[in-house]
């Protein structure tokens, strides 16, 4: 209710509490406008012990439930260092507020009409609305009475109210005034004001003064049911940054809109939603319920403290756009003229939005990150070196942050390569060409297509090669390693190029006979997944030696594992690799046996952590026997996979914020980027008959006593 009071100022407005409050309110959409000032640097808070079952957190929990209110316990940030002020008819020191005031940044604004004297006193007996509000937010978390929703805030007490003539308590439109200018002018961030007022210009104009500040009003929306929130008029454009109407959900159940509360309307964007059913703590010092949308406002309040706590670089009205942000989504899909934005929520504006990582020269979403480190790479040290990282959010908010667990490594197995081989070895069959210089081989899958039992097929490896004189040229597809030779894709390929960059399965090259021995040349490429890579290879066979010596480029993947963001190890990689193989025979054994060293040097991404890398120097080998058994074949065979044996990654990352200059610290450390020797055996079988294909391998790691295996099995049909 308005009414009109005496009192020198041009226009005159006062509101009536009730015992459930009431107010205006708006919410925001996120202008961060305003200044910031240069902030006290806040020590981190030890997290507070998790509340037990007193009566208490029981009070608190009723209500904090809804909004996910007890994080505050788990999180430690609780309103420390941060003031509130609390526009409203006083407050009393209870129990519960007993060395919360900030006596120094308290006033009492108003005055006994019947002399025109000052009061001067910010708490009395007539001040249990004020207390209510002021504990709802701030009130001690002491395992008596009632808790807060920023419990190690402060509440400047900004008292607003006159002495009627008669002794009751009258709210002049003045005194709200000046005490959002003297708000203003003590740079006090968060203001809460349950109040309800309509179109008052003159507040709207103080509105302004305060944004300009970057402090953040926190109003409630009116208690009388209406479309609008009571503050509706006095949102302007040059204040609306400044301001968020807060609505009030009933008790109970799924969080809907009370009957009582007033709506969003023209304020959606800057209207949120919160517990309108508080236990708190009155004058008299006396638990008992507060409701309306006075009692949902200064859970708001409280909320933005617990944001300014932990990041005190931040003005209140981004402390605002926060929790704007993160609220609930309720009614209809997005900010709607019933909710606004939705319910607050503390978990979600106290966790990062949108976070991102930096090299100190590239900021990249966290979300994008991801490490994924090759077989041939130890990544212990890589995830110590990044258990301890700053990130920044949307907000600028400063979170540290373990990212061990997104650097992760792959299975000891190759899915691609498994798969490949899998499906040259399925559900088809092998064809075979010979006319004259031309000869080749394709496997091939058949299935069918539809009820009328046509088949659709697909070559899944071949070869195919034309001599020309002492030259021959060669091609092949899905076969650059003898199928037998790596037991059917479990053990390590003895081809360099494949344990490299396992994304490739297509060559072209050819070979000529020379006096030095065969001398040849191929080309190779292959992708999969986005990943792709090149290669080319010079060789020389000399009797049962080999030797070979390859360079081989990766885009979008080092060594075949693919990362990505501000963990990428590489855009990709360039490696050259020198390898040989050589054969004897011993008896019935066949015995061929292969080694390889390479150097591979990384292409740093701009945005990576990974600002500069050493060569990786890496090595591999193995030795298979082979003979006749059981009318087929038996293959045993040793080998070390790939392992990189040295070089050194250069990390540069955030490990700290300096709040006064508000720039991140950065961390640069050198990790080692070596393998983890490992040992894997081998056998195999194949048989090969004109009505059946048998094909059996296993391999056993020594390492982690893993075991695996692979049974092909093909009948040929009449």
């Not at 008669?166 to 006090?188: M, P, Q, T, W, Y």
């Not at 020269?361 to 994924?372: E, F, K, P, R």
Request: with cysteine; hydrophobic share 40%; charged share 15%.
């Amino acid at each position: 209710m308005i009414h009109p009071l005496r009192t020198g100022s041009a226009l005159i407005l006062a509101a009536s509490l009730s015992a459930c409050g009431g107010g205006g309110g708006v919410n925001s959409a996120g202008s961060n406008g305003g200044t910031i000032g240069t902030p006290t640097p806040t020590p981190t808070p030890a997290p507070t012990p998790t509340p037990t079952d007193t009566r208490e957190m029981r009070y608190f929990d009723a209500s904090a439930a809804a909004v996910n209110g007890a994080y505050i316990f788990t999180s430690g940030w609780q309103g420390q260092g941060v003031t509130v002020g609390v526009m409203d008819d006083g407050a009393v020191a209870t129990t519960d507020l007993a060395g919360q005031i900030d006596t120094a940044n308290s006033r009492d604004f108003g005055q006994r009409l019947a002399t025109g004297q000052r009061r001067n006193a910010i708490g009395d007996s007539e001040s249990d609305h004020g207390t209510q509000v002021a504990t709802v937010i701030a009130g001690k978390y002491d395992g008596a009475g009632t808790v807060g929703f920023a419990p190690k805030a402060r509440i400047a007490v900004l008292r607003i109210t006159d002495v009627d003539t008669d002794g009751s308590e009258l709210f002049d439109g003045g005194n709200n005034i000046e005490a959002l200018d003297f708000a203003a002018a003590r740079g006090i961030k968060v203001v809460n004001r349950s109040l309800a007022g309509g179109d008052f210009p003159e507040f709207a104009a103080a509105a302004e003064r305060y944004a300009g500040t970057g402090g953040l009003l926190v109003n409630s929306a009116g208690n009388d049911g209406e479309p609008e929130p009571t503050e509706a008029p006095n949102l302007t454009a040059a204040n609306r940054a400044s301001w968020i109407i807060v609505g009030a959900i009933g008790s109970g159940g799924t969080p809907t809109i009370a009957d009582y509360s007033n709506r969003a309307g023209s304020a959606a964007d800057r209207f949120v939603v919160a517990p309108g059913s508080n236990i708190t703590t009155g004058v008299d010092g006396q638990a008992a319920p507060f409701s309306g949308t006075s009692s949902a406002a200064p859970v708001v309040s409280a909320l933005a403290a617990d944001i300014l706590s932990k990041w005190p670089q931040l003005t209140g009205q981004l402390a605002g756009d926060i929790i704007l942000t993160t609220a609930q989504d309720l009614g209809a899909p997005g900010v709607d003229a019933i909710y606004g934005h939705g319910l607050v929520d503390f978990r979600a504006a106290l966790s990062p939005v949108n976070p991102t990582l930096s090299n100190g020269i590239t900021q990249t979403s966290l979300g994008d990150a991801a490490m994924m480190v090759p077989e041939a790479i130890d990544p212990t040290l890589i995830q110590t070196a990044l258990t301890d990282v700053t990130l920044l959010d949307a907000y600028g908010r400063d979170y540290a942050a373990s990212l061990s667990g997104m650097v992760v490594k792959p299975d000891s197995r190759d899915a691609r390569w498994l798969r490949r081989r899998i499906r040259s070895l399925a559900g088809g069959g092998q064809a075979a060409i010979s006319a004259g210089p031309l000869s080749g081989s394709f496997g091939y899958t058949s299935s069918p297509v539809d009820p009328e039992g046509n088949r659709r097929s697909a070559m899944t490896t071949g070869e195919v090669a034309f001599r020309a004189g002492r030259t021959t040229f060669h091609a092949a597809y899905n076969a650059q390693d003898s199928l037998q030779r790596d037991i059917m894709g479990l053990a390590p390929v003895s081809n360099a190029v494949l344990a490299y960059a396992p994304q490739i399965d297509a060559s072209a090259g050819f070979d000529r006979a020379m006096a030095v021995g065969r001398v040849g040349f191929t080309f190779s490429n292959g992708g999969m997944d986005g990943v792709t890579a090149s290669a080319i290879t010079a060789s020389l066979v000399r009797g049962a030696t080999e030797l070979r010596v390859s360079l081989i480029d990766e885009e979008a993947a080092v060594l075949g594992a693919r990362s990505s963001g501000a963990l990428k190890l590489g855009r990709g990689a360039t490696t050259a690799v020198i390898e040989a193989h050589h054969r004897l025979e011993l008896g019935e054994w066949s015995v061929e046996g292969y080694a390889s060293v390479g150097a591979t040097q990384l292409k740093i991404d701009r945005a990576s952590l990974i600002t500069d890398a050493t060569p990786l120097i890496g090595n591999r080998f193995g030795v298979q026997a082979t003979r006749p058994a059981l009318g087929g074949a038996l293959s045993l065979g040793v080998a070390q996979p790939l392992m990189i044996e040295s070089g050194t990654a250069h990390l540069t990352f955030g490990s700290g914020y300096d709040v006064t200059t508000q720039t991140l610290r950065f961390a640069n450390v050198d990790v080692p980027l070596s393998g983890e020797r490992r040992f894997t055996l081998t056998a195999g079988y194949a048989l090969a008959t004109a009505i059946a294909n048998v094909w059996l391998g296993v391999m056993h790691d020594v390492r982690d006593a893993s075991t695996g295996a692979i049974l092909s099995l093909g009948v040929r049909l009449p």
